[in-house]
């Protein structure tokens, strides 16, 4: 059976990255879309899991998620006729998912989604509207839970559903152990919380953005803040960027490797 695997984000990446390691590379392909662009949120996430480099990577122009999207069928199209897998594999919700799975669908090639069924019921995040889609055009369905079950078999989707359990923690417990021969990251504090914030809903408001910026400010606790870029840039639109940067108890740093982030989980409070 000859597989693609589709990705193009760094919780893909991860996710993914106990499945690759199972694959034969005879029969499968690695295909990046290349929606996170930034080497730090991509190549770098890739090297240090020590998967293999992707057999296929794309350029994508900076754009809207409708034009990305767009974008992503439309090269991928064009590799999925050259390979002609059995099966198209895709993993949660972000918008390389939504677009992969659409262009195997329209090129007759079966789709099978990894993280199947999770649903916030928050119709402002763009992932919820990428994963109900997916889900219902979806031939194998993997849940990571009886609770992901259930909400696949409630809305009736057609495709064949498996409770799996989640990647992530099998990436977990593949590279806790070793995170802290290959981390990088040192610190002195204790007794600290570890942030991360990037979803659209809560970075895109001013005033959900304020908010979140002011309650970190009031809350006393020192905060390691890895910032994601679209965070970066929000801050830096609303004003909010030296007034967290200044602050005493945050200190602001670049996005993190996966072994840094899993040593920071580790010592965080």
């Not at 034009?67 to 002609?84: N, P, S, T, Y």
């Amino acid at each position: 059976m000859k597989t693609a695997i589709i990705m193009g984000t760094r919780p893909e990446i991860i996710k993914f990255s106990p499945i690759i390691h199972q694959l034969d590379k005879k029969n499968s392909f690695v295909i990046f879309t290349g929606q996170h662009y930034d080497y730090n949120l991509s190549l770098q996430f890739i090297e240090e899991l020590g998967i293999r480099k992707p057999d296929y990577w794309m350029e994508l122009t900076k754009s809207n998620p409708s034009v990305q999207i767009g974008e992503i069928i439309i090269k991928l199209a064009r590799i999925l006729q050259k390979l002609k897998p059995d099966t198209v594999v895709v993993e949660g919700d972000t918008n390389t998912v939504l677009a992969a799975s659409i262009s195997s669908l329209k090129s007759g090639i079966p789709v099978s989604h990894v993280e199947a069924g999770p649903r916030s019921y928050d119709w402002r995040m763009p992932e919820e509207h990428n994963r109900i889609q997916v889900d219902h055009i979806s031939e194998l369905l993997f849940a990571p839970s009886q609770y992901a079950r259930k909400n696949l078999l409630s809305e009736r989707v057609h495709g064949k559903i498996f409770v799996t359990g989640n990647t992530v923690i099998d990436a977990i417990q593949m590279y806790a152990d070793s995170a802290s021969k290959k981390s990088n990251f040192s610190i002195d504090i204790d007794n600290f919380v570890l942030m991360t914030l990037h979803r659209a809903e809560n970075v895109d408001d001013r005033r959900i953005l304020t908010g979140i910026v002011k309650a970190i400010l009031d809350s006393g606790q020192d905060i390691i803040f890895p910032a994601h870029p679209r965070t970066v840039e929000r801050l830096h639109q609303f004003g909010l960027y030296n007034t967290l940067n200044d602050s005493e108890n945050v200190l602001l740093i670049k996005p993190v490797g996966y072994f840094d982030m899993l040593e920071l989980m580790k010592k965080c409070s």
